[in-house]
Each structure stands twice: as C-alpha cells, then as structure tokens.
C-alpha cells in the first residue's frame, strides 16, 4: 500500500510534503521525518525551520497520531516512536505543545499490556518494552508544558502507575516515573491519584536489594520524583505518609556507603534527599521525619562519602532549612550537628570535602554554597548562634568572606546577608560581627552605590545599562535588612553616614556629609568596585533615600527599614545626613500612600526621635520632655526641611519667617541662659521659675504688647533686616531684641531647657495673615499643663484648654477675634422714617 508514496523524506521540506499528502505514512517514514525536522530545528537551520514546524503543527501532529496508533510493532514503529519523543523534547520550551487529544491516546494506548500479558515478542523481546518506554519519553516531554499536560493528563496517569505496579521490565518503569513526575505538575492529575493504588509507587521508594541493576535502581530515583511532585496536595500526601512513603525514603538514606555500588547510586541518594526536602516543607511531613529519627540521617549525608553529589548536598541543605520551621526539631539540628557541616559547605574554596569537591563542577558548587546559607539562615534564630560566633568565630568569617567575594553568584552573597543581618540581631552578634567581619560591612554598603543607579534606569525606564553595572535585586535587599540590623552598633551608622572611603567610613572620625549626598550620580564620580570603598564616594545613605522611591515595593520596605535603622539611639547626624538626602518628603509621600504607611510612620518617627527640629516641622509641636539640643533649627511650616547647609544656603525674600537657629555657638543666647540660671536661686516654687523666664523672654523681644494692639506689632522687621544682611534666612536667635509669638516661644524653650525646666513648644497652623507663624509654650506646673503668656501678661499661666489659653493660642472662636476687624462696630440698618 506504501508503493505510490514518494522515496523516505530527507528534508523538513519532503517530511512536510509527506505529511501534508493526507495518506497513511509508514513507520520508517515518519522517524525519518520527524528526524528531519528536529535536525533542522537544532543543527543550523534555527528559527526559520522552528517557525515551518510550529506553522505546519497540526498536520505533523495528525500524521504522527495516525501512525502511531498501528497494532503492529516491530524496529521501524519503535523508531518512529522514539523520533516522536525526540520532536516533543526539541519543542517542549517552543509556543506550543508537539501534541493533540489524538495524538495523546495513541501514545497512551501503547503504555496498555500487551494481550499475552507479556512485554516482548517472539520476533524480538525488546520491541514492545522499547515503544512503550519511548512513548513514556514522548508523554514526559510533552507534559512538560500546561497545553501538553492537559492532553495527557487524563488518559496517562492511570496508565502509568500502572507500568510502576506492574511486572514491567525496569528501564520502562524508570521512563513510566519520570512521565507520572511531569503529569502530576497538574493539581488534576493529582486529584486523579487520590483515589487511586499507590502500594505499587511506594514500595520503589524503598532502598533496593542487592541483586538489582542498574535500570531497577534508576527506576526508584525516578519514582522519588513522582512522590515529590505529588506532595502538595494535602489529601494525597496523608494517604502516602499513612501509607509508610517516608518509612521506605529512609531506608535508602540508611544504606551503608560502598564504593563497590553502582554508580546510579549516586543519583539515588540524592533523589532521596530531595524527597526528604519535599516532606520537609510540610508540617506533617516534619512531624513523620521526626517521629522516624530521620534527622541524624540528614546530618550524616552531609559528611564525605563516596556517592556524595552536588545535588544530594543541595537537597539536604534544603531539607534541614526546611525542618528549621519547627522550632523543636531546630533546636536539636543547629548546635550540635549541622551547623559545623553547613559552614564547611559554605566555605570557599572547599577543601574541606577532600576529593568529593573536586567531582563538582564550578555552577554545582554555587549552588551548594546557596543551599548551605540558606540553611545557616534557617538555623540562626535557634541556639546556633552560639556556635557560630565560637572557634575565634570561624563561622562569620566564612559568610564575611561570602559577601566580599567579587566572583560569588549575587544570590549566594544575599543569603550571606541575610545571615549576617540575623548574627546582628542581639548585642552578642553585633559585637562579634564588629570585631571580624568590618571589610563585609563596608562591601553590604558599597552595594548600595550601585542600587541608585538600578533605581534611576528603572524610573527613566531605560536598558541600555550593561549587566555588569545592574546590581540583583535580591542582593541589595539583603544588604539593607542586613544594615539595618547591624545599624544597632554606632560605627556602622557612622559608616553610613560618611563617604565611602572616607576617615569617618574607616572609623577614624566624623565625615562631614554634603547637603548634595556627595556628588553627581551622572557624572560616574565616586564610583568603584564591588570589593572596596573609594575616594569621593558618596554616603550609603544616598542610595538608601533614593531606594524609598524605588518602583521595587521589597526595595521600599527595606530602605524604610535601613532609614529607621540609621537613626537608632537618637543619632542626631544620621538623622542629619537623611534631612538632607531629602528623605522626609519620600517618608511623607509613602506615609500617605497607604502600601508602606506604617514602615514610613516608623522611619519619620526614628528621624523625628533623633531631630527634634524635624519632629517641630512635622508634628507643629514639640513635648515637654524633648529638649531642643545642641544644634536647633526652628524651621516655619513654609519652608521645605531640607538640611542645616542648605538652610542656611537660602536667601532671605522681603518680610518672610526667618529660620531661628539655636546652638550653643551663640554668645548671646548663652549669656542668657546664665541670666536665666540666676533666677532660679530666688525662685520659691517652679511656677515662679517660670514667671521670672517668661518676663525675661518678653523683655529680651521688645516688652509686653496689649491683645488688641498685637495685630499691629511689627515683630518681624528686626529680623528681616539681620537675614539681609546676613545674606541667609537663618538668624541666630541671640541676635534678636524684638520679635513676635514665635521668636518669643523658642527662646522661652531654650532658656527652659538651659535651667532643666520641662518645656512643650507648638506652632500654630496659619502661615499667612494675622496669625502667621504663631507660636506658644507649654509647662507643667502642680501636675497641671499650662499655656505661659510670654505675650501680652508675661509670666501668666492659662490653664490648657481654658478660655483664656484658647484666645493665647489664637484658636476656635479666638481665631479671629483677636482681629481689628471683628471688633469694629457692627453695620445698622436704619428703617426709613415717615415724615
């Protein structure tokens, strides 16, 4: 019946006239075909022949399915079913599956019992074992994508657990697991397998015996795959913890280590592991492992042996970060088992491991590393800490070293972070991190350099950065959660604050921080390596601010948390340097935004705590108990809080507020200070105390006014004419001998602080008009909070709350009252009067 047909296709083109002819196509034909068409795909011809087997699917689909779907069996039908699984692995990354519902049913059919019961046949043993172990290849590639997975789904997993329950030889077995493995990716086959038998699948689980080959051994690693992949669903892994799955993956774990065992041993073993790992991640599976004593078991796969693999050390790794989640089993896996092994394995280079390491291959150790940390991370919160900082602290050197590596992967250094930045929780971890892992500190803040660039291409949207100036996500994330929990120990927010490279950086003093953050980013100045610090570099701090308006929502938390950090203990120059970055507006605009309200709360509330003149600017009032401090600048509510330098930097423009600053500088102020300390010694009681400051305050800013004549007192003049001046907009508060309210309000406050008196400072919520820039002062006298008259009957004490501190205050009914206006005569209305 073939007689008419064209001689056997040797190009995608004669493949595809043959398939598009709508005949029957012989076995021969097709593999050599479907041959065609892969070499063609993979060998040279590239897209353009991937673009002509994706455009003619369907009809090399239906001919595949017609074909396949043969009774007969013999070499040609074998490789034309082999040349099918070899297609649907050229295409299985491809935009669509090499697959149909037909073709899935002929493929599925052959996976059936042969009618004898037997897999073989008498013209050869091999033929019929051999199509269904290809066909099992064809239906794991194709299940590998979702499109393929639902054509196969339904028909093939009956089928193959049925191969694994059945007398069938082992390679098909072994084929038939890794198929069963790709179709339980979907949460559908895994339904389908709930009710099904699984002794069959299970007993491969279990170690093999002596006897067994090579392809029986293969065939229960596979089936460790299977078993994993179905783990997710909760009703099927009840069924198969019940049905003593882990009992049987422990025995394997429990064989003796031989260098007589095959090689597929190896892969075993580390199939296992990763079985383990996957029951691991579950609570219940963690309750069996422990129940079962596996935990031993795991620790001592971490030693050398002769089938130790990069995969099996990988899995462990990842089993034991797994098994951490439970806080019983931690506490008996860190200190005294895993932890000395999993710093080895994280160790570079590793000779630790003897000639084990040698077999692993340069991206397989990488991956170990990764695994290692990720498990000493897991393991950090459980007693481990102790000893990791033990044996001259052995362990953090090892992840110091992990994260001042130029040549480690970016993932492996940010679980090196993260790590650190967990030692750094508690005093002991910080102190011990201070003394060994100084040149890691410097490197998690010179990664944060190149985040701000990472940060402007992302906000230009542009690309044309190469890869090498684009800083991981996932590294410089970790850097900053890392900082932020070393930020705790004073010499690293001075290394925060100051230039990379900087005396102050290398803790030899304080750097002086520039209102700019320290250069031009365009201009590449300050720019170095990933290993060291560099002149001229700016602050790590630039690159946290400039993180807040990251597009990256877990870079935002994490430079809000760094922000926060940097304050810690009332750093009042940290809090300093981040003013000046700009950091309040990018803390106010998430504040409001609702997605990061609280962390931002939290960061303007370290910076407020740490700058009492950002917390008056922010909050309109400063409490009793807070005192203005050294350096104080009392900013109006219509000038941006930018920092001190650019401040004083500003021009003064006509009559506007004037920038009082306060600081210990100030002859004047201080001479002051001492006259105020003088009345303290005739002082009978403390509301006296306050009376004798409130009159020296008023006296020193031009006397008592009269209520009604306020509106008219020109407060401001005097100021005015000093910013001139003085060519700035910031005026030394001791320079003053006339002023209004707000003048008035913060020399009261830093004569009381000067004498140890508790003093509250509020500004009032008018920047323009009348009642611009107002101001008052606050004590408590008797357990009672007063409103000090430094205005109009200085020294007198108005109750808060009170009419009389209401009208002080220029607040509710008294907004404008005080006011000429509201007090003129009130318009009458005169009736006209009959003659």
């Not at 971490?302 to 130790?308: M, P």
């Amino acid at each position: 019946r073939f007689a008419s047909m064209p001689p056997s296709p040797a190009t995608p083109e004669a493949a595809l006239e043959l398939f598009q002819s709508g005949g029957e196509v012989s076995a021969a034909d097709l593999a050599a075909g479907l041959d065609a068409l892969r070499q063609a795909a993979e060998d040279g011809a590239g897209q353009d022949a991937m673009d002509l087997v994706v455009g003619n699917m369907p009809t090399i689909v239906a001919a595949t399915a017609r074909c396949l779907s043969s009774e007969e069996c013999d070499q040609s039908f074998v490789d034309a079913v082999e040349a099918t699984s070899r297609l649907a692995g050229c295409l299985r990354n491809g935009p669509h599956a090499f697959c149909s519902s037909e073709l899935a049913a002929s493929l599925i059919h052959l996976l059936s019992v042969p009618r004898d019961g037997k897999w073989q046949n008498a013209a050869d043993p091999s033929q019929r074992a051999a199509a269904a172990q290809h066909a099992c290849a064809a239906i794991a590639r194709i299940a590998s994508q979702p499109e393929g997975r639902a054509c196969v789904r339904r028909g093939a997993v009956p089928k193959l657990l049925g191969l694994l329950t059945q007398q069938a030889p082992a390679a098909l077995q072994a084929q038939a697991a890794t198929a069963l493995a790709a179709c339980l990716n979907s949460a559908l086959a895994r339904i389908q397998l709930r009710t099904a038998d699984l002794d069959g699948l299970i007993r491969l689980a279990a170690a093999p015996g002596g006897d067994e080959g090579a392809d029986a051994i293969t065939a229960r690693a596979k089936a460790h795959l299977a078993l994993a992949t179905a783990l997710p669903d909760a009703i099927l892994r009840s069924k198969l913890l019940e049905h003593k799955m882990v009992a049987n993956v422990i025995t394997v774990l429990q064989l003796p280590d031989s260098d007589d065992a095959p090689p597929d041993f190896t892969d075993l073993m580390a199939n296992a592991t990763s079985l383990v790992a996957a029951v691991a991640n579950f609570e219940d599976g963690r309750m069996a492992l422990q129940r079962l004593d596996a935990v031993p078991l795991l620790v001592q796969c971490l030693k050398e042996s002769a089938h130790t693999s990069a995969q099996l050390l990988s899995n462990v790794a990842l089993a034991i970060e797994n098994l951490a989640r439970s806080p019983q089993i931690a506490h008996s896996l860190g200190p005294a088992a895993a932890l000395p092994l999993l710093q080895l394995l994280a160790a570079e280079p590793p000779e630790a491991l003897g000639p084990v390491a040698a077999r692993f291959e340069s991206a397989d150790w990488e991956a170990v590393r990764q695994a290692a940390c990720s498990a000493i991370v897991a393991l950090l919160p459980t007693p481990a800490l102790e000893p990791l900082l033990s044996d001259g602290s052995a362990g953090l050197k090892t992840l110091a070293c992990l994260v001042c590596e130029a040549d480690t992967l970016p993932p492996l250094r940010a679980k090196a972070a993260d790590a650190l930045g967990l030692v750094a929780c508690n005093q002991e971890g910080r102190d011990a991190a201070m003394e060994v892992v100084q040149p890691a500190i410097v490197a998690l803040a010179e990664w944060l350099r190149p985040a701000r660039r990472l940060e402007a291409e992302a906000a230009s949207e542009t690309e044309a950065a190469s890869e090498a100036e684009q800083p991981e996500e996932c590294r410089v994330e970790a850097a900053l959660h890392a900082l932020a929990a070393l930020a705790a120990h004073e010499e690293v927010r001075r290394l925060l604050r100051s230039p990379l490279g900087s005396s102050a950086a290398s803790g030899d003093g304080e750097g002086v921080v520039s209102d700019s953050g320290g250069g031009d980013e365009g201009s590449g100045e300050g720019g170095g390596n990933d290993n060291g610090a560099v002149d001229n570099a700016p602050p790590p701090l630039t690159g946290v601010v400039k993180l807040l308006g990251s597009p990256s929502a877990p870079l935002r938390r994490a430079a809000l948390a760094a922000i926060a950090a940097a304050c810690h203990g009332r750093d009042a120059a940290s809090a300093e340097v981040c003013v000046s970055l700009g950091a309040v507006q990018h803390l106010v605009a998430l504040k409001a935004e609702g997605e990061h309200s609280a962390a931002a709360s939290m960061a303007l509330q370290a910076v407020c705590i740490a700058l009492p003149s950002a917390r008056l600017w922010l909050n309109s009032h400063l409490p009793v108990g807070v005192p203005l401090g050294e350096e104080f600048l009392a900013v109006p509510k219509d000038v941006p809080l930018v920092g001190a330098a650019a401040l004083r930097s500003m021009q003064p423009e006509g009559e506007a507020a004037a920038i009082l600053h306060v600081s210990g500088a100030d002859a004047a102020l201080e001479s002051l200070k001492a006259e105020a300390r003088a009345l303290l010694v005739g002082a009978a009681s403390a509301a006296d105390t306050v009376r004798g400051l409130a009159v020296l305050a008023s006296d020193r800013m031009g006397g008592s006014v009269p209520y009604e004549e306020y509106e008219s007192f020109d407060g401001a003049a005097q100021a005015a004419s000093l910013c001139k001046a003085a060519a700035s907009r910031v005026l030394p508060l001791g320079s003053l001998t006339r002023g209004g309210a707000r003048a008035r309000a913060v020399l009261f406050k830093a004569l009381a602080d000067g004498c140890g008196l508790g003093c509250g400072l509020s500004l009032g919520r008018c920047v323009n008009g009348a009642h611009a820039h107002h101001a008052w002062a606050s004590v408590v006298v008797d357990s009672r909070v007063a409103i000090v008259d430094l205005l109009h009957n200085p020294g007198e004490l108005l109750p808060d709350g009170s009419d009389a501190a209401r009208r002080y205050q220029r607040v509710w009914e008294h907004a404008f009252s005080s006011l000429a206006a509201s007090r003129a005569t009130p318009f009458e209305v005169r009736l006209p009067v009959a003659a």
